[in-house]
């Protein structure tokens, strides 16, 4: 069992920047997968960003690309998503999950809202 608790949402300024945090209590944090999903208002969730367990490998949506960066630290059991140059399309509650390498078992969080003013 993974329990998975965001923070570092908030109201920010188009334009402006936002650090995410995704704190992990459980079982190995470096086996598992982690990803950042996004869900506006009215909308499907979709994919934001992904990190394999040693955080070499990053994977970005094209709408963050250049904007958003994905780490983690292992020692901390910490996912992070340093959100720059942020627009209003980017409002949406963000969720950390993490994938479990063995069994493929998906943990999600409760998720933090993001809230881009224009």
Do not use: H
Not at 54 to 74: C, E, L, M, P, Q
Request: positive net charge.
């Amino acid at each position: 069992q993974v329990q998975l608790v965001e923070s570092g949402g908030g109201l920010v300024q188009a334009g402006g920047s936002l650090r995410l945090s995704c704190a992990a209590s459980g079982r190995t944090f470096s086996r598992y997968r982690m990803s950042w999903f996004r869900q506006a208002p009215g909308k499907e969730r979709e994919f934001v960003a992904a990190l394999s367990w040693s955080g070499d490998s990053t994977y970005y949506a094209d709408s963050v690309k250049g904007r958003f960066t994905i780490s983690r630290d292992n020692a901390k059991n910490t996912m992070y998503l340093q959100m720059n140059s942020l627009k209003p399309e980017d409002t949406a509650v963000y969720v950390c999950a993490a994938a479990d390498s063995n069994t493929g078992y998906v943990y999600w969080g409760q998720g933090t809202q993001v809230t881009v003013s224009s």
